[in-house]
């Protein structure tokens, strides 16, 4: 069966590093993202990964290893507007995405 | 309008009666996608589109119905509502000529209830 595995819940310090963690098992694989979403709202795109590596955008990075099943994504200098939860999804062999139950990030002062 | 809109905000709806929930984007995406969002669990794919005139099921179709009669529309219906229905709906869109990148956009959600 398709899984993504990421933690329920952290709680991190504001002007600190946070690291979220994904990992996933798909029917194929076509690429990683992470979404954002605040409390009441609806997700919104962050970051893309298909190649192995790391992609750096201004405070948030999201890395990706293919061969292990595996992602994360750093978040630095925390503010509080980062309070939210954050999704990773998986696009499989036929396109679609399969999303994980996100990580509720709370962030205290 | 700009991006996805979504009809109602929210609904209070009696178990048995029939529901439409509405959804139209002004991007000319061609893809498009009904999920429900349930407490934890990830987003759960209802139906899609990959083109305006198809339409195809996703992981958890029962109860409900799709059509596509356009680029920019895409209604879900719920034939006779159950409880076990009562979730917040996200419709979204995406350019899959985009290549494999296919970035999904959101609008902002209806949330339904059934008594």
């Known amino acids: 069966g398709q899984n993504i595995d990421q933690p329920t819940e952290m709680t991190a310090t504001e002007g600190a590093i946070v690291q979220i963690n994904c990992t996933y098992q798909t029917s194929g694989f076509n690429g990683l993202f992470w979404y954002q979403q605040h409390a009441g709202e609806a997700p919104t795109f962050l970051s893309y990964?298909?190649l192995d590596g790391l992609e750096e955008k201004g405070r948030f990075s999201s890395f990706l290893s293919r061969s292990k099943g595996y992602s994360y994504l750093l978040l630095k200098e925390l503010q509080m507007k980062d309070s939210a939860s954050y999704l990773c999804?998986?696009?499989?062999?036929?396109?679609?995405?399969?999303w994980g139950a996100g990580t509720k990030l709370i962030i205290k002062p | 309008i700009a991006g996805i809109t979504q009809a109602p905000t929210s609904q209070i709806l009696a178990a048995g009666r029939r529901m439409t929930l509405r959804c139209t984007q002004d991007?000319?995406?061609?893809?498009m996608y009904w999920y429900r969002q349930d407490l934890g669990l990830g987003l759960r794919l209802i139906h899609y589109?990959?083109?305006?005139?198809?339409?195809g099921k996703g992981e958890v179709p029962d109860g409900y119905s799709v059509s596509r009669a356009n680029t920019d529309d895409f209604p879900l219906t719920l034939a006779s509502a159950v409880p076990s229905q009562t979730s917040v709906y996200f419709c979204?869109?995406?350019?899959?000529?985009?290549?494999?990148?296919?970035?999904?956009?959101f609008g902002p959600g209806t949330r339904l209830t059934v008594l």
């Open positions: 990964n298909v």
């Open positions: 991007m000319r995406h061609n893809a």
């Open positions: 589109s990959n083109t305006a005139g198809t339409t």
């Open positions: 979204a869109s995406s350019d899959r000529d985009a290549g494999s990148y296919n970035e999904q956009f």
């Open positions: 999804a998986v696009m499989d062999s036929n396109y679609q995405l399969i």
